[in-house]
């Protein structure tokens, strides 16, 4: 059961309250109410964990499009290396090395680009259903309130 599923099921239970008749007050079933706040409790934490995964993953393939780099720019280093043996066959290496090398680095970029959208997206996902979430559970707070009340 989703964060999301469970506060649209808090806001059916509310419109569909009983009014309090010449009032802005509604009457819920309590016990259904209470169960609702519960289970948000309850899976809110494991929203959350999946926020930290995601950062994981992000920063593991941040970690691996760095690593992929480094390697293609010591790939490019040896074959430099490997190359100095004329001065044609120098400058040929050199130019192969700084095409591989600017090649490695569009790919870092890109790949660093595309992580970095995927966790934005996903934050700003969460980020909804959390904001949405707790404006439920405020609302809900306060409507419990000020039903107390009266």
Do not use: C, W
């Amino acid at each position: 059961m989703t964060i999301e599923r469970l506060l649209n099921e808090m806001e059916n239970m509310f419109l569909d309250g009983a009014r309090v008749p010449f009032t802005n007050k509604r009457v819920l079933e309590e016990d259904d109410f209470a169960r609702l706040l519960d289970e948000i409790r309850e899976h809110l934490p494991q929203e959350i964990q999946e926020a930290k995964r995601i950062i994981s993953d992000r920063q593991r393939i941040l970690d691996d499009a760095q690593k992929e780099a480094q390697t293609v720019v010591e790939q490019a280093k040896t074959y430099i290396s490997k190359m100095t043996d004329e001065n044609i066959v120098t400058k040929q290496a050199q130019e192969r090395a700084g095409e591989i090398l600017g090649q490695a680095q569009k790919d870092a970029v890109a790949l660093q680009h595309d992580a970095l959208n995927y966790a934005n997206d996903v934050f700003s996902h969460l980020e909804e259903q959390l904001e949405n979430a707790l404006d439920v559970v405020k609302k809900g707070h306060a409507d419990l309130h000020h039903t107390k009340k009266d």
